[in-house]
């Protein structure tokens, strides 16, 4: 149930100021809050005062609603124009939620004296001194949490100013990092290509060969064109003008850069741009050994060189230049031992009823020289001795010991000595002159109207003999020590019969031995290889037909060891009457050959 006051009458300050006191005294009573109560008081003393400064009278009704268990009491207050109608609602109405509030008191509550209304007014300023108090104390508060939050946000923002360094400063280390890791990448790119380079041009000792593979390890990456000047060489210095900077180079020895803008690189001359490249810049970089050999000459790929290459170009440069002086110096030392192997072998001689043909092929690694050689002459009894052997090792030494191996052997057969003579007065030689060289030698000994020859090997891999038919027979029979070896013996010799249109077939185990295989396999090759070979090849040419014979036999080779191959073919009987059968020769059971040991190895057709 609601509580209606009478109307107050609002007509002048004095009342205004006593319903004001009244309402302030009932919301007191009612244990309104007091800042609650403030406000309202003030809301309504706001529309008191806009009231009185209207014409016309205005009323005051005050409501009050005690508390029930559905919903608070509360404290209203109404203001209208006098004679406004109670059924309409006035114009300013405000309602204070509040304890079970008194009852609304009645005019004459407000008859009070003006002590009394004095008393009220002074107790209003009581509240007001209560809310500025509470007031000043939030405003305490409130300028200590602005502090506070001004020194978080000072602290934020020095902690946002350290984020965004330390954001700054990782992404320079990352910077840094990228720069780095790229620089690397660059440095082992360059690295590698300055190994596999240098590993190229030094794999070879053709000088040639390594001006040839520099194009393409250069062009197009490091340069777009890259030529080499061989200051020895008379036809590359014939060939067109060389640019000033090449000159310059081969001249004070340093590097020279030619382009219409400095290079700015450590250790490398400025020139004027090229006359001959007078738009594209020029690296003339000279190749030095042991002293300036030439000069490597670049045209950049873009418009500079790179620092970083130039340094990776200048090192392989000087690896250029020692890998082509050694080159060229193996080629000098190399072009000097074919000329002192070849004074070494013999002009095969010219002898009725026997054809000779050789062949030597020097080692194709090492200086190309060893102690593998041929030799055939007369003795004064007009026999043949067709000759030949294989010192140990390989280089200058072998070959100056072949040559006196060859000498002291001419010197022995001029006393008309046979095979087994020679080789036994050789192995003395060597035993007391040479203790530590050895040497291997087969010779075969031919005389002039006789089918009979005679051979004797000192460890020599056999000779084959093939006849007129196509039969290959290796002489396998076990043959003497090696020379050289510090044992006293004697060298037996062994007779050979021979139909004529035989060929023998005298070798250096270069020819048959292989790493992979025995030297068995390579001789049982030789055989068939030798049997292969047409009767009318070997009669017609038989240079041609040792040519024949080397085909299938060097195909595997790996060049590691010389090679010689003497050929000795008796001349062939004349033909027979058509109506003869030719048989095949079989030697006598009591025959030198056949006591020999010999075995047949295959048949042409």
């Given amino acids: 149930m609601t509580d209606t006051s009478d109307p107050w009458k609002i007509g002048s300050v004095s009342e205004a100021a006593r319903a004001r006191t009244t309402v302030a005294r009932l919301l007191a009573d009612a244990d309104v809050p007091l800042v609650q109560r403030t406000r309202f008081l003030t809301s309504l003393t ?46 300013w109405i405000r309602t204070l939620t509040c304890s079970p509030p008194a009852r609304p008191p009645g005019p004459r509550a407000a008859d009070a004296g003006d002590a009394a209304l004095a008393e009220m007014l002074l107790a209003a300023d009581d509240d007001s001194a209560v809310v500025l108090s509470r007031l000043d104390k939030q405003e305490e508060l409130v300028r200590f949490h602005r502090e506070e939050l001004h020194q978080t946000n000072q602290g934020v923002l020095a902690l946002h100013a350290e984020l965004e360094a330390a954001a700054h400063l990782q992404r320079q280390l990352l910077d840094a990092e990228r720069a780095a890791r790229t620089e690397a990448e660059n440095a082992r790119r360059l690295l590698t290509f300055l190994a596999d380079a240098s590993a190229a041009v030094t794999a070879s000792l053709d000088h040639e060969d ?74 003339c970089i000279p190749l030095t050994a042991r002293h300036v050999i030439g000069v490597l000459t670049l045209r950049a790929p873009g418009d500079r060189f790179a620092p970083d290459t130039c340094v990776m170009l200048i090192e392989l440069a000087r690896r ?62 007009g026999s043949l001795l067709a000759v030949i052997g294989d010192v140990t090792g390989h280089g200058l030494h072998a070959a100056v010991m072949m040559g006196q191996l060859r000498t002291a052997l001419r010197a022995y057969a001029a006393e ?44 020599h891999p056999p000779p084959a003999v093939r006849t007129p038919e196509g039969a290959v027979t290796v002489l396998d029979t076990k043959p003497g020590i090696m020379l050289g070896v510090p044992l006293p013996y004697t060298y ?36 068939r290889a ?21 085909k299938p036999m060097l195909y595997d080779s790996a060049g590691d060891d010389d090679v010689c191959l003497l050929l000795c073919r008796t001349s062939a009987l004349p033909p027979p009457p058509p109506a003869q059968d030719v048989q095949r020769r079989v030697p006598h059971p009591c025959s030198p050959a056949s006591r020999a040991g010999t075995k047949s190895l295959g048949r042409s057709s």
């Fill in 492 to 527: 037996e010799e062994h007779a050979l019969e021979l139909t004529p249109g035989s060929t023998i077939a005298l070798y250096t185990d270069g020819l048959v031995e292989r790493r992979a295989l025995g030297i068995d396999t390579g001789i049982d090759r030789l055989a």
């Fill in 530 to 550: 030798l049997a292969a070979l047409s009767t009318r090849q070997l009669e017609q040419d038989l240079d041609v037909a040792a040519e024949a014979l080397l």
């Fill in 46 to 91: 706001a529309r008191l005062r806009e009231c009185l400064d209207r014409d016309g009278d205005w009323e005051l009704l005050i409501t009050t609603q005690p508390a029930t268990d559905e919903a608070p009491g509360h404290v209203g207050a109404a203001v209208r124009p006098a004679g406004h109608p109670p059924q309409e609602p006035p114009p």
């Fill in 210 to 283: 390594i001006l040839r593979r520099l194009p393409d390890l250069l062009v197009p990456e490091y340069a777009s064109q890259a030529g080499v000047w061989l200051l020895h060489d008379e036809e590359t210095s014939r060939i067109g003008h060389r640019p000033a900077a090449a000159l310059a180079a081969a001249r004070t020895g340093r590097p020279q850069h030619a382009a219409a803008h400095p290079s700015g690189l450590p250790g490398i001359d400025d020139l004027p741009p090229s006359a001959l490249a007078p738009t594209q810049p020029l690296l």
């Fill in 320 to 381: 250029i230049g020692i890998a082509l002086d050694n080159a060229l110096r193996y080629e000098q030392h190399r072009d000097t031992a074919e000329a002192l192997q070849r004074a070494q072998l013999t002009d095969l001689p010219a002898s009725e009823g026997l054809h000779l043909a050789a062949r030597y092929l020097p080692a194709t690694h090492g200086l190309n020289i060893g102690g593998d050689w041929y030799d055939a002459f007369e003795q004064r009894d």
């Fill in 416 to 459: 008309e000595d046979g095979p087994g003579r020679i080789l036994t007065r050789l192995h003395r030689l060597l035993r007391h002159q040479q203790p530590d060289l050895y040497a291997t030698a087969a010779i075969v000994r031919f005389r002039p109207g006789e089918p009979t020859a005679t051979w004797a090997s000192a460890g």
